[in-house]
């Protein structure tokens, strides 16, 4: 599922707005994942040209996805 990031919850998990649902949800993110999420956001603040703050995760699991299956961020 994809949505957009709000914010961040706490080291491991951001919020996330899913696309076609009303209630956010917290997506668990690795280490890795969490530091690309922290930079987008930091950048985007200060108006600087980033990628998307859109994520794809998974629905079930509510983690962001891993390696082959991208890095969890839309372009």
Known sequence: MYG???GIV??????VKPFWEEEMVA????EEQMEE???ILECSKTGKDT?????FFDEEL???????EGTGYGE
């Open 62 to 68: 509510l983690e962001l996805k891993q390696g082959g």
């Open 27 to 30: 997506v668990y993110g690795t």
């Open 51 to 55: 990628a998307s703050l859109i994520v």
């Open 10 to 15: 706490d080291e491991n998990h951001i919020l």
């Open 37 to 39: 999420v922290q930079f």
């Open 4 to 6: 957009i990031i709000t």
